[in-house]
């Protein structure tokens, strides 16, 4: 049910989570386009329901090497604690562990979000910060030994 689809595929879920109210093109996320960018989707009668994205970025306070990014994690309010953002989480650490097992993962994560990314294992560093229009966000991260 998980699949891997292209950065459009992504953006109507996000718009509706991420982004209500807001114009498509704020769903455009940098490197969304780039070759090893993992979209992966959630179908539920060939209808995208939940989406996340995987980019290959550093973040400077990591001295890992090899980095990616977790971008655009959104289910839809019918399909939330079903397990799903749960199911997309693991299923982009396995691809990202098989691609390369030195990854770390991180990604500001929306502070309502912190508790879920907990139950995975993923820890939080330093202060919470505004990302403009969206909300506060704080850093969380998994290292290559964790993941
Ligand atoms: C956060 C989100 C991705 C979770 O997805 P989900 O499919 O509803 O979550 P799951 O069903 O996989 O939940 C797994 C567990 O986490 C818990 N959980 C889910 N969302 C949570 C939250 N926001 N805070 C604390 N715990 C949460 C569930 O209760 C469940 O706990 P259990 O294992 O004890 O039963 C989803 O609620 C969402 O899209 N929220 C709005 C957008 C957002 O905040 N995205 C993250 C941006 S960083």
Redesign the pocket.
Known sequence: MIRQISAEETYKVRQE??RPGRPLKECFFEGDLEEDTIHLGFFEEEQVV?VATFVARKNAIFETPIQYQLRG???LPS?????????LLHKGEEILKSRNPNTLLW????E?????YK?YGYSTTGPAFMIPNVCM?IVMYKTPTEL
């Open positions: 989570v991420l939940a994690m959104a289910v399909h939330r604690n079903q397990k799903l953002g749960e199911k990604f500001n994560a929306r309502t979000a912190v508790e879920f139950k966000h």
